[in-house]
């Protein structure tokens, strides 16, 4: 059984940084993508950044470009998302999210930007 469990969500002022964490188990880790989304109150879920099984791909949205990191540890079976200079506009529940004949999602963190 896949599961996917995140964690490092919370309450930060705008500027501040907080690192997402996302634990895989059920799955072969190295050989999955592995991708971060997230949702805000009222609207759709949106990508916000993507990273290959290697780690040497990765993907973001232009809205967290330059702002935000995603990394791998591949031994860990963990995904990481670091979000430095965070504006209240990040605030949303985030997800992690792999898909393995199907998609697979972690029941969310919520992180929230205080301006």
């Known amino acids: 059984q896949v599961q996917l469990v995140e964690s490092g969500g919370g309450l930060v002022q705008a500027g501040g940084s907080l690192r997402l964490s996302c634990t895989a188990s059920g799955i072969i880790f190295s050989i999955n993508d592995m991708g971060w989304y997230r949702q805000a109150p009222g609207k759709q879920r949106e990508l916000v950044a993507t990273?290959?099984?290697?780690?040497?791909?990765?993907n973001y949205a232009d809205s967290v470009k330059g702002r935000f990191t995603v990394s791998r540890d591949n031994a860990k079976n963990t995904v990481y998302l670091q979000m430095d200079s965070l504006k209240p506009e990040d605030t949303a529940v985030y997800y992690c999210?792999?898909?393995?004949?199907?998609?697979?999602w972690g029941q969310g963190t919520q992180v929230t930007v205080s301006s």
């Open positions: 999210h792999t898909h393995v004949r199907r998609d697979y």
């Open positions: 990273i290959t099984t290697s780690g040497g791909g990765r």
